[in-house]
């Protein structure tokens, strides 16, 4: 089971943390945080490993965005500074047990996701 939490309404240029808890052992997993806006396919935004805690970022999102997970808490975190309005979406954690998709930033493969939480980037 994961679930996510930290969304909320931000101003452009503002920050947020988003929250993933995962059920479990979290080193069994790579974890990976997508998102899916209105009317869009769900699109990766970064990806964790289980092992040697390599990151990959979407391009729309490197420099600004920073994924980090707490093995003991069992949690995944996404910083996510200077947000822009297109930031705006459904944010959803998924576990990667095989390590096929997560890392690819590809979210069919992926095994289990949490329900979401929203943020909106506005004005």
């Known amino acids: 089971q994961l679930v996510e939490s930290g969304g909320g309404l931000v101003q452009p240029g503002g920050s947020l943390t988003l929250s993933c808890a995962v059920s479990g052992f979290l080193d069994y997993y790579d974890i990976g945080w997508f998102r899916q806006a209105p009317g869009k396919e769900r699109e990766g935004v970064s990806c964790i490993s289980r092992s040697s805690g390599a990151t990959v970022y979407a391009d729309s999102v490197k420099g600004r965005f920073t994924i980090s997970r707490d093995n003991a808490k069992n949690t995944v975190y996404l910083q996510m500074n200077s947000l822009k309005p297109e930031d705006t979406a459904v944010y959803y954690c998924?576990?990667?047990?095989?390590?096929?998709?997560?890392?690819?930033?590809?979210?069919?493969?992926?095994?289990?996701w949490g329900k979401g939480t929203l943020v909106t980037v506005s004005s």
């Open positions: 998924g576990t990667d047990y095989y390590g096929s998709s997560c890392i690819s930033l590809r979210a069919s493969g992926m095994d289990l």
